[in-house]
């Protein structure tokens, strides 16, 4: 282009070679003669972003679009600097003025969309995007962009239609690449996760999330090769304050000060930036005698934390406790479903709620404290938490560690799961509850068991077992349990089947052992009944590390079969099982080492006489340990609930509180 060009040319020409200032003059002395140009108003606005006045930028934005407000791009234009401002309702308002000034105005729908799945409201997103997709439907963004609100409404297999498309129209495109590792990983196609993961490591490793989600889906297929190089890098991660999931670190062998640093990182650039975090909500006294607390969470349906939880939402205190829950995911029909529903006094479906429509609802109901059982696990809400719609929030059961974040005031724990001075590894307070931090529903049973030859068993084997999920098994333990199983000759191992893969590498890996492979035994997917049942044939429970048993181990407890663990890794998510134990009464199967933990496998499974003992001494503790004492830990908890909420109404802090 000529640089005698008229104003516009040449300012934009000098804005392409990045000479922002001869750009910025140009366009002044332009606007001075014609201040409604539409054309240098936008143009100006991009050379403010570009030099860093963010204020300058969205000024002229908006100049542009009242200056024809019949223009979608100047409307858009003004959209995105309106969300770059942080100013999300009015940025929703713009695009949408956008779409009414130019109805085939692709980029319009594209943006708005991703905005609105920003915000967790995914049936307008999804809408929008479908529109934008049947406008031009060669769009690579519009694909990953609508499979990526698909993928986080729980629509699986359509997003991955979507996020392949868009790899076909745009190779190499990194987001979609991320987004359909991450896709084919909900959806358990870890082979296909593993290879678009690798893939996207290979080519930008320091791309956001693709480490984390690399070892988190190796890990799913028990695929350790070249894992020491890969936790490394994630540790450098860490020490750079880069962004990476928080739910996969618990799996990785990371201290608690790392990960406090780690999910510190996460809810400042993830969540602060983005989620338009409030202050403390002042305390007051509303006029009902009930204290009115509110559960949030995706899993109030068939799901490990809803059968732990149930009992708990039965057995409050309703003369003293009014009890909101939140369900934010799918109703599945269930017993259990419908169990939770009838034990509080409001249920509220949340699914299709977004970010502020939630927020403004938990904040309508008058919470006064309102309990995450999510944190970062699956598809949770902190971008609500995050937005401060009760008095007082509190991370408890669901996410096993810190959320790092200066909205959660207290976390729930034990004297066991955080010893006394470990406190400053945690955002949160810290409450300590008597027994354990983890409730239990006296309700579940069992069904009869089969017969051994039934499971797949042998006949008079010593069985020893691990039922938690494959990602959890790390290559350091499972050493240790091929030399248990070296040492207690004709024993084996039964594992929960995740995937065929898995149970291949599985095999590898005890080949190269030492061990026969067929002493692996896979159990398959049963009910819950059925599968409780396994743990009466199992003779004694290994517990994984550094992320260990929760629901599995107080299961294996509650039908008599006794567990194994080990402090070693000194982090919430691996003293779990310590803190069960102990609140069961029996401290001694805790042991501080692998080498304890091992010795102490061999020891029981070849002195039938002890381990005999030991479940007989199970059997006479369970009807009264504190494990399964349901009704003395809701007193408990709402003892917590009722100390911490007075000493807010008191203008005290959030402080350290042990029951």
């Given at each position: 282009m000529a640089a005698g060009g008229n104003p516009i040319e040449r300012a934009a020409v000098q804005l392409g070679a990045g000479r922002f200032a001869e750009a910025k003059a140009i366009l002044e002395a332009t606007l001075r003669t014609a201040p409604r140009d539409v054309t240098a108003l936008m143009l100006a606005g991009i050379v403010a972003a570009k030099m860093g006045d963010a204020d300058a930028a969205l000024a002229f934005m908006e100049r542009a679009a009242k200056a024809d407000p019949n223009n979608p791009q100047a409307c858009a234009n003004w959209g995105a600097a309106l969300n770059k401002a942080g100013k999300v309702s009015a940025a929703i308002e713009a695009y949408r003025a956008a779409i009414v000034a130019g109805p085939a105005y692709v980029p319009a729908y594209v943006n708005l969309g991703i905005i609105l799945t920003e915000e967790e409201r995914f049936p307008e997103a999804i809408a929008l995007l479908e529109t934008a997709?049947?406008?031009?439907?060669?769009?690579?963004?519009?694909?990953?962009?609508?499979?990526?609100?698909?993928?986080?409404?729980?629509?699986?297999?359509?997003?991955?239609?979507?996020?392949?498309?868009?790899?076909?129209?745009?190779p190499g495109f990194l987001n979609a690449m991320s987004n359909l590792g991450l896709a084919y990983l909900r959806a358990s196609r870890y082979t296909d996760a593993l290879r678009m993961l690798s893939t996207l490591y290979a080519r930008a490793p320091e791309f956001k999330n693709a480490l984390g989600q690399l070892l988190h889906v190796k890990h799913q297929l028990c695929d350790w090769e070249g894992e020491d190089v890969l936790i490394e890098a994630l540790m450098r991660t860490i020490s750079e304050e880069r962004v990476t999931p928080p739910a996969f670190l618990l799996h990785f062998p990371i201290g608690p000060s790392d990960i406090l640093r780690a999910t510190r990182t996460y809810a400042l650039k993830e969540l602060t930036l983005k989620a338009h975090v409030a202050q403390r909500r002042p305390h007051t006294r509303n006029e009902s005698p009930r204290l009115r607390i509110g559960y949030l969470s995706e899993d109030l349906r068939e799901h490990a934390l809803a059968r732990l939880a149930v009992e708990v939402f039965e057995l409050h205190d309703k003369n003293r406790f009014e009890v909101f829950a939140y369900s934010s995911g799918r109703n599945d029909g269930s017993s259990l479903r419908r169990r939770i529903e009838g034990s509080v006094d409001h249920f509220i479906d949340a699914r299709m709620m977004g970010r502020e429509e939630l927020a403004g609802r938990i904040k309508g109901d008058d919470i006064a404290i309102l309990i995450d059982l999510q944190g970062y696990t699956g598809q949770g809400r902190p971008g609500v938490l995050a937005m401060r719609p009760a008095a007082l929030q509190v991370n408890w059961l669901g996410y096993p560690s810190t959320m790092g974040a200066p909205w959660m005031d207290y976390i729930i724990a034990d004297p066991v799961l955080i010893p006394e001075g470990h406190e400053g590894h945690y955002a949160e307070k810290v409450i300590r509850l008597p027994g354990s931090y983890q409730p239990n529903d006296r309700q579940r049973h069992a069904s009869e068991p089969r017969s051994r030859a039934d499971y797949g068993l042998p006949e008079g084997a010593f069985v020893f077992c691990s039922f938690n999920q494959t990602v959890k098994i790390t290559r350091e333990v499972f050493l240790r349990w091929m030399r248990i199983l070296e040492a207690v000759p004709g024993s084996v191992l039964w594992l929960m089947e995740r995937s065929l893969e898995a149970n291949a590498n599985l095999r590898r890996e005890a080949a190269r052992a030492g061990i026969d492979p067929a002493r692996?035994?896979?159990?398959?997917?049963?009910?819950?009944?059925?599968?409780?049942?396994?743990?009466?044939?199992?003779?004694?429970?290994?517990?994984?590390?550094?992320?260990?048993?929760?629901?599995?181990?107080?299961?294996?407890?509650?039908?008599?079969?006794?567990?194994?663990?080990?402090?070693?890794?000194?982090?919430?998510?691996?003293?779990?099982?310590?803190?069960?134990?102990?609140?069961?009464?029996?401290?001694?199967?805790?042991?501080?080492?692998?080498?304890?933990?091992?010795?102490?496998?061999?020891?029981?499974?070849?002195?039938?006489?002890?381990?005999?003992?030991?479940?007989?001494?199970?059997?006479?503790?369970?009807?009264?340990?504190?494990?399964f004492d349901s009704p003395r830990f809701v007193r408990d908890l709402e003892r917590a609930y009722a100390t911490i909420w007075h000493r807010s109404l008191s203008g005290l802090a959030p402080d350290h509180l042990t029951l």
């Open positions: 997709i049947t406008l031009a439907p060669g769009t690579a963004e519009g694909h990953h962009s609508l499979g990526n609100a698909l993928m986080l409404s729980g629509r699986l297999d359509e997003a991955i239609r979507s996020l392949e498309r868009a790899l076909a129209l745009k692996l035994i896979f159990a398959t997917r049963a009910s819950q009944a059925d599968h409780l049942a396994r743990y009466r044939i199992a003779d004694l429970a290994l517990d994984t590390m550094p992320y260990g048993s929760h629901t599995t181990g107080s299961d294996a407890l509650w039908l008599g079969c006794p567990l194994i663990t080990c402090t070693q890794t000194n982090t919430f998510a691996a003293r779990v099982a310590a803190s069960l134990l102990h609140a069961a009464e029996l401290p001694d199967l805790v042991t501080a080492d692998l080498d304890a933990y091992e010795a102490l496998a061999i020891a029981l499974a070849t002195d039938k006489e002890r381990l005999g003992a030991l479940k007989a001494r199970l059997a006479q503790a369970r009807p009264r340990c504190a494990l």
